[in-house]
């Protein structure tokens, strides 16, 4: 595209339909330039929301050709510049919503593609999920009905693929906003029958965020979160979180190693040269978060009780700060 005289985007948008041959065109004029401007991304995303009429092919050009744009021609390449982010979330979230499956997908290809995402744009994505779950609505519907206040197998798939995409190629921590947004996910859905993976995903995760808190190498996500097989595996012999604490949990302290002074120190340099690049101020984890985060709607939850006994059964040199809630997980 970037001038490519073989077709027009603005005669495609004035048309409200996208047809085989323009996908085609558009992308025979795409690979030949492998440029997009400013304004053609403008013009794409416009094309995505007004031609109703839409070629089988044109959602992954659309996704395609927009990755490429965010990720490998805009400055830095490779990275996602707060700027890009804000920009990438104005488009998709325009109207108050996420409009389209395909914009939604968009994002999470950007996640996939990226060496590095601002957290603006992980907790985005992982927003969207949440809103799906507790409101049974949005772009995740997928042409079926999704149950409020629950969340399913499909919908725990999403978030460990976006947990997965927003570590981009460093070896990094469940961050932050990324374990807030999943205890809003359960505490909107701690009095529903979820899917048993919910429970194995969020306190391997918020574990996970803790754990580098505390001064531990944590392995790669997709080690470190991988849905094991004993959550499927329903012979009754065990209560649910009972089962996750005493086998399903405890083997994955293992893969944790407390990390020397010199680790640390390097590991704040390397988080340094990330916020250089993306312009994005990055905050160190406090190891007395969970205190204050966890019961704060009054109710100390069956996953929340689930990680606080997995915190006390494993971990060597727990917090202070947590000293009130293990008193109260013993009650």
């Known amino acids: 595209m970037g001038g490519a ?13 996208v047809t085989e041959d323009n996908v085609l065109r558009l992308r025979h004029a795409f690979f030949q330039d492998g440029d997009i401007s400013r304004h053609e991304a403008e013009t794409l995303f416009d094309i995505n929301r007004s031609c109703t009429e839409q070629d089988d092919g044109w959602p992954q050009f659309f996704i395609e050709a927009l990755t490429d744009f965010i990720v490998h021609q805009e400055q830095p390449q490779g990275y996602v510049t707060v700027e890009n ?34 957290d603006r744009l992980v907790k985005f994505a992982l927003d969207q999920v949440k809103i ?23 919908e725990v798939e999403i978030l460990r693929h976006i947990l997965y995409a927003s570590s981009g190629d460093c ?32 306190v391997k995760a918020v574990a996970n965020h803790l754990m580098a808190a505390c001064g531990y190498r944590v392995p790669p996500r997709e080690e470190a979160l991988r849905l094991e097989r004993w959550v499927e595996e329903r012979d009754g012999t065990l209560g649910f979180m009972q089962k996750m604490v005493s086998g399903g949990l405890s083997g994955i302290w293992n893969v944790y190693q407390k990390q020397s002074a010199e680790e640390r120190a390097l590991e704040r340099l390397e988080a340094q040269k990330r916020e250089i690049i993306i312009a994005e101020a990055l905050t160190e984890p406090e190891a007395d978060w969970l205190s204050e985060r966890i019961g704060r709607d009054g109710t100390l939850h069956e996953n929340e009780k689930a ?10 040199d727990l917090h202070p700060s947590l000293e009130p809630l293990m008193k109260q997980l013993a009650a």
Do not use: Q, Y
């Open 171 to 202: 070896n990094i921590a469940v961050t932050r906003a990324e374990a807030e947004v999943l205890f809003d996910i359960n505490d909107a859905t701690s009095e529903a029958e979820n899917d048993p993976s919910w429970s194995d995903l969020f």
């Open 85 to 118: 982010a804000d920009w990438l979330i104005a488009r998709v979230f325009e109207d108050g919503h996420v409009e389209t499956r395909t914009e939604f997908e968009l994002v999470i290809k950007v996640l996939d593609e990226a060496r590095w995402s601002p």
């Open 132 to 154: 799906a779950v507790v409101s049974g609505a949005g772009p995740l519907r997928s042409g079926s009905e999704l149950s409020p206040g629950v969340i399913g197998g499909a």
């Open 5 to 17: 005289n073989s077709i027009s985007l603005e005669a495609i948008l004035d048309s409200g339909c």
């Open 307 to 316: 990680l606080l006994a997995f915190l006390r059964d494993e971990s060597p």
